[in-house]
């Protein structure tokens, strides 16, 4: 009997024993879930998510308006952001229609750079429908002098383009960008605007800007070089885009001549040759892959030989385009100016 007992006191003290040891391993777990959840919520030793790693990685997203602003913004941004163009390269600027996705695209823009002087009329009710009250905005052409004297218009054919002609460029002539020199001053005035709005960059824009000046600084020389050996060459264009150019190295544009695009009429050809006539030129210049049929009767009637002459409002988008079709200008100036 007392055998009995003991053995039954015994069986109980280890279930006693048991049950402890149990609940002590239960107070140990909890403890340490306890710990981890404190850890995890103060960020002790706890990595940032996927997401904030994307945002933070994440580029400046920067929107330019046409070509020439496109290059020089891209040269100075380099890598660090993305740059987009909202013109295709080949479009009138002036007669340019903004598109939904022009909204969308300065909607979720960081930075937008345009030229100014009045060239994208588009732009300003194009930015309202935007509603980004972040946008930060690059006025390329801050304090460039700009020419308010319009070339003569010899119209052809058709209405008194002259009249809108002078309401297009009601702010002064905004091809300043044909002028090396004052397409250093907007690159300037780029990396300014961008320091501004990212100063996490700085030395990259300054780095890159410096490169891309010395390069505009080089090509100035090889213009005044170059040119200075046919001082106030007379020349007629069919694109209002060259008095900074031709102030800048002493050259002369004397007129635009109005070519309408429709039928022409044999009277329509000698009013043309007439204009031409009348400033007594030296070349003729047009823009680059213009097929016209009326360029080359003038070109032949006045024994003249017609010249490509680049606006840069359409080519290709690498920033080194601008030197090359420049040059190329440089080289058609040169020869049709002896």
Not at 13 to 29: D, P, S, V
Not at 59 to 66: A, E, Q
Not at 285 to 311: A, C, H, I, M, R
Request: proline letters at 5%.
């Amino acid at each position: 009997m007392t055998v009995n007992i003991i053995k039954q006191e015994i069986k109980s003290y280890k279930q006693r024993i048991y049950l402890i040891f149990t609940l002590f391993c239960c107070l140990i777990a909890s403890g340490c879930q306890q710990t981890q959840n404190n850890t995890a919520e103060n960020g002790v030793q706890s990595s940032p998510s996927p997401v904030q790693k994307v945002q933070n990685s994440e580029k400046p997203k920067v929107v330019t308006t046409f070509l020439p602003v496109y290059l020089f913004t891209k040269a100075v941004v380099g890598d660090v952001a993305d740059v987009e163009i909202l013109i295709p390269p080949g479009t009138d600027v002036h007669e340019y229609q903004a598109t939904p996705d022009d909204v969308k695209a300065i909607a979720t823009a960081r930075i937008l750079v345009k030229n100014g002087l009045g060239m994208e009329e588009f732009l300003s009710n194009t930015i309202k429908n935007a509603e980004n009250s972040k946008l930060i905005e690059i006025d390329a052409s801050k304090g460039i002098k700009v020419v308010d004297d319009i070339s003569p218009v010899e119209e052809v054919k058709g209405h008194n383009h002259d009249h809108d002609h002078k309401h297009e460029h009601a702010e002064g002539n905004p091809h300043v960008w044909l002028d090396p020199v004052f397409a250093k001053q907007q690159v300037i005035n780029i990396r300014d605007g961008l320091i501004k709005a990212d100063p996490a960059n700085k030395e990259v824009y300054q780095k890159n800007a410096a490169a891309y000046i010395q390069e505009l600084d080089k090509l100035n020389n090889e213009f005044q070089q170059t040119l200075s050996k046919t001082p106030n060459c007379t020349f007629i264009t069919f694109h209002d885009a060259f008095p900074y150019l031709a102030q800048r190295y002493n050259l002369k544009q004397v007129a635009v001549v109005k070519i309408p695009e429709d039928q022409l009429s044999p009277a329509d050809v000698k009013k043309a040759v007439n204009a031409v006539k009348k400033y007594q030129v030296k070349a003729l210049f047009s823009e680059p892959g213009v097929d016209n049929k009326l360029l080359n009767s003038l070109s032949q009637d006045l024994n003249l030989t017609l010249y490509p002459l680049s606006s840069l409002e359409t080519g290709e988008t690498n920033p080194q385009y601008y030197f090359q079709a420049m040059r190329n200008n440089l080289q058609s100036l040169a020869t049709g100016c002896k």
